[in-house]
T-cell receptor
């Protein structure tokens, strides 16, 4: 069964600290993996997209890594800010490389950055 | 910037009512999607459309229908709302990524929080 599991479920860190969120998946065949940020009451916004051949990608203070062999990804947030408080959702795209691809969503990690 | 808008941020309806959720995108995207999001379950695909008047069932289409009469607009219809349809509904539209191994970037609207009483 195609699944995406994220850990931890929730996390509280102090402003300025770093943190790492984890994502394990069993989606096959694999096409790409995305991390989304979702503020409370808002729609998800894309942070990064990585294909099979990419093992790291950065977007400002966010750095995503991908190990396609172990089917694991992480999202590292550096020097956290209060505005980083949100849910972070890992999404894996599976299926053929052309046409419609099914997205499998994780349930997210809820991050709270405390002053 | 891609913009996906949804007609309402919050909606309260009674059981048995017919409910329309509207979504509009302004980037000429071919694909549009409706998801619902519930705590602990992640986003689940209800329906999607890859062209005008075309629709495909997602993972949880029961109790829902959709309409795509114009390319920029995708409507979700609850024919007879029930309490178990209380949820956050998210619309998305997609762009085909270029220079990658395929796939598409999905852009989400702000969501409609529907409460059925």
């Amino acid at each position: 069964k195609n699944q995406v599991e994220q850990s931890p479920q929730s996390l509280i860190i102090l402003e300025g600290k770093n943190c790492t969120l984890q994502c394990n998946y069993t989606v096959s065949p694999f096409s790409n993996l995305r991390w989304y940020k979702q503020d409370t009451g808002r729609g998800p916004v894309s942070l990064t997209i990585m294909t099979f051949s990419e093992n790291t990608k950065s977007n400002g203070r966010y750095t995503a890594t991908l190990d396609a062999d172990t089917k694991q990804s992480s999202l590292h947030i550096t020097a956290s800010q209060l505005s980083d408080s949100a849910s972070y959702i890992c999404v894996v795209s599976g299926g053929p490389n052309t046409g419609f691809q099914k997205l499998v969503f994780g349930t997210g990690t809820r991050l709270l950055v405390s002053p | 910037d891609v913009k996906v808008t949804q007609s309402s941020r919050y909606l309260v309806k009674r059981t048995g009512e017919k409910v329309f959720l509207e979504c509009v995108q302004d980037m000429d995207h071919e694909n549009m999607f409706w998801y619902r999001q519930d705590p602990g379950l992640g986003l689940r695909l209800i329906y999607f459309s890859y062209d005008v008047k075309m629709k495909e069932k997602g993972d949880i289409p029961e109790g829902y229908s959709v309409s795509r009469e114009k390319k920029e607009r995708f409507s979700l219809i609850l024919e007879s709302a029930s309490t178990n349809q209380t949820s956050m509904y998210l619309c998305a539209s997609s762009l085909l990524l270029s220079g990658t191994s395929g796939g598409y970037e999905q852009y989400f609207g702000p969501g409609t929080r529907l409460t059925v009483t």
